[in-house]
């Protein structure tokens, strides 16, 4: 019973639309729990984990890693975490993928961000990381208060391999083949809901709009945050 009233989302867009940033801001706005699969990748490859050796030189590349292999990880992640509302941030991100999470779970809403591939290529090499955290900065937009170091923990902060010019147009040519059909998808199950522009702080707002008058508030407590 409690199961069906938990919000479920996803959030979608081309390599750095904003997709961190923004689901930093509704983590911490509605309590729903973030999952990004390219942060727990990224975590994989630190720990030098078996999935994340094998996975390591897809994602360098800017491929996308198997639809089976990621699937079975995220669809294991929720699973322990039936009891909340959660944000999904990178998955899915092909059909495949996106019909092995409705076998599974109904999604509520699937916030789109479109943003302009000309505005993304400059923001990903002036990106910087804080890899436990999934913390996301940018020596322009939002630099750390102490450059190189994470301004909740002080640890050093990282660039992405997959951040280079090269790598970076590879993921928007993915981006256009593999998870476009993705949002044809969810416009033909009437839950997807697009946000355009070329700033997050403009486009936030609306983000935040949306999610207030779909998510009642008494739930937005009873989420709990994460
Ligand atoms: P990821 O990790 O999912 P991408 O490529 O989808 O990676 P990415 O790069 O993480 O997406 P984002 O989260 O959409 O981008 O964007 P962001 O980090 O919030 O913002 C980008 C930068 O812009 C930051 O520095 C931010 O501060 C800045 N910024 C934000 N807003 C603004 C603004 O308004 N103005 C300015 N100037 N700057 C701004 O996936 C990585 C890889 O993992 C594998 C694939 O290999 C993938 O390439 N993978 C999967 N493979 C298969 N299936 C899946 N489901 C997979 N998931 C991951
Ligand atoms: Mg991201």
Same mark, same amino acid.
């Given at each position: 019973m409690r199961l069906q009233t938990l919000f479920r989302a996803v959030i979608v867009g081309p390599? *750095?639309?904003g997709k961190g940033t923004v689901s930093g801001r509704i983590a911490n706005s509605f309590g729903l729990k973030h999952l990004s699969s390219g942060d727990i990748l990224r975590s994989n490859i630190k720990a030098k984990t078996d999935l994340g050796l094998l996975m390591k030189s897809c994602i360098d590349q800017g491929q996308l890693v198997p639809d089976d292999v990621i699937s079975r990880l995220i669809l294991s992640q929720l699973r322990c975490m039936e009891e909340s509302g959660w944000l999904l941030d *990178?998955?899915?991100?092909?059909v495949a993928q996106a019909e092995a999470l409705e076998g599974v779970y109904a999604i509520d809403s699937v916030i789109n961000l479109d943003v302009p591939f000309e505005t993304i290529k400059g923001r990903l090499t002036s990106r910087w990381l804080?890899?436990?955290?999934g913390r996301v900065y940018n020596t322009d937009f939002n630099p750390p208060?102490?450059?190189?170091?994470?301004?909740?923990?002080?640890e050093p902060l990282v660039q992405r391999a997959d951040d280079t010019p090269e790598t970076v147009t590879r993921r928007l040519k993915s981006y256009e083949r593999q998870t476009q059909p993705v949002l044809e998808y969810y416009r033909s199950k009437g839950v997807l809901e697009t946000f355009s522009g070329t700033e997050t702080n403009k486009i936030w707002p609306h983000v935040h709009a949306f999610l207030a008058r779909k998510i009642p508030s008494g739930n937005q407590q009873a989420f709990g945050k994460v």
């Open positions: 390599p *750095g639309s *990178g998955f899915p991100r092909t804080h890899l436990p955290s208060k102490i450059p190189g170091l994470d301004d909740a923990t002080g």
